[in-house]
């Protein structure tokens, strides 16, 4: 689900199609998705440009898609949202969920994330950067992550799994265990959509048994040879790191 517009729009279809992946996009009349460019040196740069104009009636198109979910779906919330869309939309969604079984995830920083916590999320992934900045402070460490992690628990997310970059991840689960690792060794080629092929290799480690272990390595993995790639990392390319990975559980 989600929203296309312009030439952009028609490509990114077009492209999913070709990869054999089904998408059922809402075409808006007004601007085009967005072109994001990334810089790439010692530190990357992020110059992102501006996306469609969602209206009122666009957004209701939405909410109708995500209605027809059911409890065996699964609903990824990722990322930032048009200026033109409610800052609430993603609490909005929630809470229209309510009284579903469907399992809701929400890759997303501050108040879109915070907000979502009372409608208890199966799964929230920030990075320790943007954990700490909604709790205003800096998190270094694992045992740092751990402690705001265990409280961003609390406040309503069932499994709280926390990336880390070059330093691994965290990863509370609904239950209160903790899982940590170092990341997988490797050359960092191109960190973007790391994080997103985290959040999708957690869910298929979930989905392949139920197990929160093997969901933790498969996204741990999923993420680090992504960012061990020029592109999206392929499957022989996972299940290379998690034969090499050594997991202290």
Not at 5 to 24: R, V
Not at 44 to 62: C, K, M, R, W
Not at 122 to 133: I, T
């Amino acid at each position: 689900y989600g929203f296309t517009a312009g030439f952009t729009g028609t490509k990114i279809s077009s492209m999913l199609s070709e990869q054999g992946i089904t998408s059922d996009f809402i075409p808006v009349k007004s601007g085009m998705s967005r072109i994001n460019v990334k810089l790439r040196s010692d530190e990357e740069t992020e110059i992102n440009g501006q996306g469609p104009v969602i209206t009122a009636s666009d957004l209701a198109l939405i909410f109708e898609k995500i209605n027809g979910l059911t409890d065996s779906d699964i609903l990824v919330l990722a990322g930032s949202i048009p200026s033109t869309m409610p800052e609430t939309v993603y609490m909005d969604i929630m809470k229209r969920m309510q009284g579903k079984k469907t399992k809701i995830v929400v890759d997303a920083t501050n108040d879109l994330l915070r907000n979502v916590l009372q409608y208890h999320p199966f799964l929230v992934k920030p990075n320790n950067h943007e954990l700490g900045e909604i709790f205003g402070v800096e998190l270094r460490t694992k045992d740092d992550v751990i402690t705001y992690a265990e409280k961003f628990r609390k406040m309503g997310a069932r499994n709280v799994l926390v990336s880390m970059a070059g330093d691994g991840a965290v990863l509370i689960d609904e239950n209160g265990k903790i899982y940590k690792s170092a990341a997988p060794k490797g050359k960092k080629k191109n960190s973007v959509g790391a994080g997103d092929s985290m959040v999708a290799g957690f869910l298929a480690g979930y989905l392949n048994g139920g197990s929160y272990a093997d969901a933790f390595k498969m996204g741990l993995c999923t993420g680090s040879a992504s960012a061990f790639s020029e592109q999206l990392a392929t499957r022989a390319q996972v299940e290379k790191l998690l034969h090499e990975q050594h997991f202290d559980f």
